[in-house]
């Protein structure tokens, strides 16, 4: 208790330093030097006031900020709405994809843990395929599937399948031997035994590439989104970048950290879950 305490102090010690930088770096020029002087008495509040810094200051977002809590799902028009809709479009698409590809890499991880000839006759395949950009598909499937959202899913889709499948295959193979033994031993059925004693075994492994692979497509929906326009957080802060309002950007760069820590925390509170019940 004393730790985390003495970690949460040093956090908000560190957010203070941060925060006082900023608010000094946004300071209107010639404010501070202007407002003792007596040239200031002479020219007016014009000179006190100084060129102010296009950056906001903390004080800015933290008015912009509340803006959007206020009214984070309005709907105004294809380019006007609430952050909250914009996270929502965000989070279905990552939630579609990132689904899509655990029914297919936690089965096809199995056999290739299970089985060394189906390892040797994928492995070319996963190691042609895994380093290729998930933005490298997105010209490919907008031209095929014809439509920017399903494109933006199946972006994620391929992001998160690597991680996935490789740690659950990882995991299988790395069975006990003396558990697979004694289940063989006891006539245990391929099924039974897969659900039994190797999903229990692996499934820490398992939960470890899902966690990993949910951070990488949140990452990667954020510049899918930028690129197909429309709706999402992606294209929030892009269009907001066009409309030079640098609070919104600001905002928005906010919850995508919001939101990214949410979703890690929600697996790695799974992950424990999964390891203490082992």
Same mark, same amino acid.
């Given at each position: 208790?004393?730790?985390?305490?003495?970690?949460?102090?040093? %956090?908000?010690?560190?957010?203070?330093?941060?925060? +006082?930088?900023?608010?000094?770096?946004?300071?209107?020029?010639?404010?501070?030097?202007?407002?003792? %002087?007596?040239?200031?008495?002479?020219?007016?509040?014009?000179?006190?006031?100084? %060129?102010?810094?296009?950056?906001?200051?903390?004080?800015?977002?933290?008015?912009?900020?509340?803006?959007?809590?206020?009214?984070?799902?309005?709907?105004?028009?294809?380019?006007?709405?609430?952050?909250?809709?914009?996270?929502?479009?965000?989070?279905?698409?990552?939630?579609?994809? =990132?689904?899509?590809?655990?029914?297919?890499?936690?089965?096809?991880?199995?056999?290739?843990?299970?089985?060394?000839?189906?390892?040797?006759?994928?492995?070319?395949?996963?190691?042609?395929?895994?380093?290729?950009?998930?933005?490298?598909?997105?010209?490919?499937?907008?031209?095929?599937?014809?439509?920017?959202?399903?494109?933006?899913? =199946?972006?994620?889709? @391929?992001?998160?399948?690597?991680?996935?499948?490789?740690?659950?295959?990882?995991?299988?193979?790395?069975?006990?031997?003396?558990?697979?033994? @004694?289940?063989?031993?006891?006539?245990? %059925?391929?099924?039974?035994?897969?659900?039994?004693? &190797?999903?229990?075994?692996?499934?820490?492994? &398992?939960?470890?590439?899902?966690?990993?692979?949910?951070?990488?497509?949140?990452?990667?929906?954020?510049?899918?989104?930028?690129?197909?326009?429309?709706?999402?957080?992606?294209?929030?802060?892009?269009?907001?970048?066009?409309?030079?309002?640098?609070?919104?950007?600001?905002? +928005?760069?906010?919850?995508?950290?919001?939101?990214?820590?949410?979703?890690?925390? =929600?697996?790695?509170?799974?992950?424990?879950?999964?390891?203490?019940?082992?």
């Amino acid at each position: 208790m004393r730790s985390r305490l003495l970690a949460g102090t040093l %956090s908000l010690l560190l957010l203070g330093i941060l925060v +006082g930088a900023w608010h000094l770096a946004t300071l209107p020029k010639g404010a501070v030097a202007a407002a003792d %002087s007596e040239y200031a008495k002479l020219v007016g509040a014009q000179a006190a006031v100084g %060129s102010k810094s296009a950056f906001p200051s903390p004080a800015d977002l933290g008015q912009k900020l509340l803006e959007h809590v206020r009214d984070p799902f309005y709907d105004r028009g294809p380019n006007d709405k609430g952050i909250g809709v914009q996270l929502a479009y965000s989070i279905l698409r990552v939630l579609l994809g =990132f689904s899509l590809a655990a029914l297919v890499a936690i089965p096809v991880g199995f056999l290739i843990g299970m089985s060394p000839l189906v390892y040797r006759a994928l492995d070319p395949f996963i190691q042609v395929l895994k380093p290729i950009s998930p933005l490298a598909w997105m010209p490919l499937a907008l031209f095929t599937l014809k439509d920017s959202n399903v494109s933006a899913v =199946f972006v994620i889709f @391929v992001c998160s399948i690597w991680p996935m499948l490789i740690n659950t295959a990882f995991g299988v193979a790395s069975v006990r031997r003396e558990w697979l033994n @004694v289940a063989r031993t006891l006539e245990v %059925s391929p099924v039974r035994k897969a659900f039994m004693v &190797i999903l229990p075994a692996a499934a820490p492994t &398992i939960m470890t590439g899902m966690r990993i692979s949910v951070g990488i497509a949140w990452l990667v929906i954020v510049a899918a989104e930028m690129l197909v326009g429309g709706t999402g957080i992606g294209y929030f802060v892009w269009n907001e970048w066009n409309n030079l309002s640098i609070a919104n950007i600001l905002s +928005g760069i906010l919850a995508i950290g919001l939101v990214g820590m949410a979703l890690d925390f =929600f697996f790695s509170r799974l992950q424990k879950a999964v390891t203490y019940a082992e």
